[in-house]
């Protein structure tokens, strides 16, 4: 079996950038309940069939576990991007 070469230049950083910030743009209203389980992040009125979530997010970590948080309560994310500095 043949292991696959990442030139140097293709890996990921080793270090988070200072102040990342995303968006998250979920199908649906949510309830307070569900927003509750997001303190770290804000919410924006956004009009139509979603709800738009968006913050600081300190690392990949961070990132993985609020995904897999929308994910425990079967909240669909329909986009997320990172915002500009």
Not at 8 to 34: H, N
Not at 64 to 69: D, E, F, P
């Amino acid at each position: 079996m043949r292991r696959s070469m990442r030139r140097k230049e293709d890996a990921m950083p080793e270090t988070w950038p200072q102040r990342v910030r995303y968006a998250f743009s979920i199908s649906g209203d949510l309830s307070e309940r569900a927003l509750s389980v997001f303190p770290e992040l804000s919410v924006s009125d956004v009009p139509g069939p979603y709800t738009m979530l968006y913050g600081p997010v300190a690392g990949p970590s961070e990132l993985r576990g609020l995904l897999a948080r929308f994910d425990s309560l079967g909240l669909v994310v329909v986009e997320m991007r990172r915002l500009p500095d």
